[in-house]
């Protein structure tokens, strides 16, 4: 696809669930990005994922959130036991190796009740 | 790590009027950033950035100017127009192939008719 794809769109979940929110980097970007946006709020930082290089995790809330990625290709991020602080927007970003602008998707957002 | 502060957090301003947001970063190594413009609902895309090593840089009515020295730096938008208002963020990072970008909480900007 031309741009970033992020999926489901829209997930409500019940609190002590998991859930997996995927991401499809546009193709040929190294580098991938989550992060996590409440409402009204900015865009905090989870986890950062560059090349075949150790992830960089330190944005990651509690060890109830986990991500993955395959290579240079699908990212999934992971949240487990949810809690109703978990209820966010989550975006996907991924970057070009050489060049600085980030290419956002449009988001999961999660809505724990 | 790098920490952005941003202000003013919401700003209204009279159509044709500039606005200008202000950015300040703590890590002396950070040499880039850029500012991106999240409108209602929408993914967050870059609209201007800049590099340590120049202190200025105009796209048409968007100017972002950096003092490395006080570590700031700001986004001044000129003849604001109704379709400016959105949520703007600062970030910086330490750029090179791999990079974390630590974005600013935000400022709403509304443009009046």
């Known amino acids: 696809g031309a741009g970033v794809s992020q999926s489901p769109s829209n997930k409500v979940t019940e609190k002590g669930k998991d859930v997996e929110l995927r991401c499809d980097p546009i193709?040929?970007?190294?580098?991938l990005y989550w992060y996590r946006q409440r409402l009204g709020q900015g865009l905090e930082f989870l986890i950062y994922?560059?090349?075949?290089?150790?992830?960089?995790k330190s944005g990651l809330p509690s060890d109830r959130f986990s991500a993955e990625r395959t290579g240079e290709s699908v990212s999934t991020l992971t949240i487990q036991r949810t809690q109703q602080e978990d209820s966010a927007v989550y975006l996907c970003?991924?970057?070009?190796?050489?060049?600085?602008?980030?290419?956002f998707g449009e988001g999961s957002r999660l809505t724990v009740l | 790590g790098e920490n952005v502060e941003q202000h003013p957090s919401t700003l209204s301003v009279q159509e044709g009027d500039s606005a200008v947001i202000k950015c300040t970063y703590s890590?002396?190594?950070?040499?880039?950033f850029p500012w991106y413009k999240q409108e209602l609902g929408k993914r967050p895309q870059l609209i201007i950035d800049?590099?340590?090593?120049?202190g200025e840089k105009k796209d048409q009515r968007i100017a972002v100017t950096l003092n490395k020295t006080a570590k700031h730096f700001s986004l001044h938008i000129t003849e604001t127009q109704p379709e400016d208002s959105a949520v703007y963020f600062c970030?910086?990072?330490?750029?090179?192939?791999?990079?974390?970008?630590?974005f600013g909480k935000g400022t709403l900007l509304t443009v009046n008719p």
């Open positions: 970003a991924s970057r070009p190796k050489a060049a600085g602008e980030l290419f």
């Open positions: 193709s040929g970007h190294t580098a």
């Open positions: 994922f560059q090349g075949n290089s150790a992830p960089d």
């Open positions: 890590d002396s190594a950070s040499n880039y």
């Open positions: 800049i590099r340590s090593n120049v």
């Open positions: 970030a910086a990072s330490i750029g090179g192939s791999n990079y974390k970008l630590t």
